[in-house]
């Protein structure tokens, strides 16, 4: 049972435009959301993140917006840049102190020039 | 900054041979996951231990093992080696109170033939 999901495997935007990239979860006891950025042969690194009790958190060009009715999640980056072109993962955290994360399948964002 | 260090960025290994993944974190945290990346299924996790000696598994422990005799170094063990578990390894590392989530490894990408 798949409880994070990123159902678009990828996205295609054009420089300068805004690229959007969507998670939906099941489980409404997540208490933080995260972002991962993934280049390859690389590991993840973490991008932004958002808890629970938010419906949006911006950093830079990033904003990660919460529709906790909905059990969504997007990540909103403007104006896209070739350098963002990577494999996005949404991430969402367990509600217990271990600090599990359950990750989505990942996004690949391609940003051309 | 957080360094997350996997002994090895490449290894190849024979169907049947018994295999260690080490890694090592320097930033005191109590969390540490390991995660295994196969394209279409995202990152999915196989153990994590909260503390020293304490282990839980994952969503796909089957075929591995872990030890974590110090906490800064977890170790995940295949016992027996197998084509399916060709994959990219990533371990990751995390503070337990805070939400900025996990900080990952660079990855061992593992060929068993």
């Known amino acids: 049972d798949q409880q994070v999901k990123q159902n678009s495997p990828s996205l295609s935007v054009q420089e300068g435009r805004i690229s959007i990239l969507n998670c939906d979860y099941t489980?409404?006891?997540?208490?933080?959301f995260l972002w991962y950025k993934k280049y390859p042969a690389e590991g993840p690194t973490f991008l932004i993140s958002?808890?629970?009790?938010?419906d949006k958190n911006e950093d830079g060009r990033f904003t990660v917006f919460l529709n906790k009715s909905a059990k969504h999640l997007s990540l909103h980056i403007v104006p896209s840049q070739p350098g963002d072109s990577a494999v996005y993962f949404c991430a969402a955290r367990a509600p217990s102190n271990t600090g599990k994360l359950i990750f989505g399948q990942g996004t690949t964002l391609q940003v051309k020039p | 900054d957080v360094k997350v260090t996997q002994s090895s960025r490449y290894l190849v290994k024979r169907t049947g041979e018994k295999v260690f993944l080490e890694c090592v974190q320097d930033m005191d945290h109590e969390n540490m996951f390991w995660y295994r990346q196969d394209p279409g299924l995202g990152l999915r996790l196989i153990y994590f231990s909260y503390d020293v000696k304490m282990k839980e598994k994952g969503d796909i422990p089957e075929g591995y093992s872990v030890s974590r005799e110090k906490k800064e170094r977890f170790s995940l063990i295949l016992e027996s080696a197998s084509t399916n578990q060709t994959s990219m390894y990533l371990c990751?590392?995390?503070?337990?109170?805070?939400?900025?989530?996990?900080?990952f490894g660079q990855g061992t990408r593992l060929t068993v033939v």
């Open positions: 958002i808890s629970s009790i938010k």
């Open positions: 489980n409404s006891m997540f208490d933080y």
């Open positions: 990751a590392s995390s503070d337990r109170d805070r939400g900025e989530g996990a900080f």
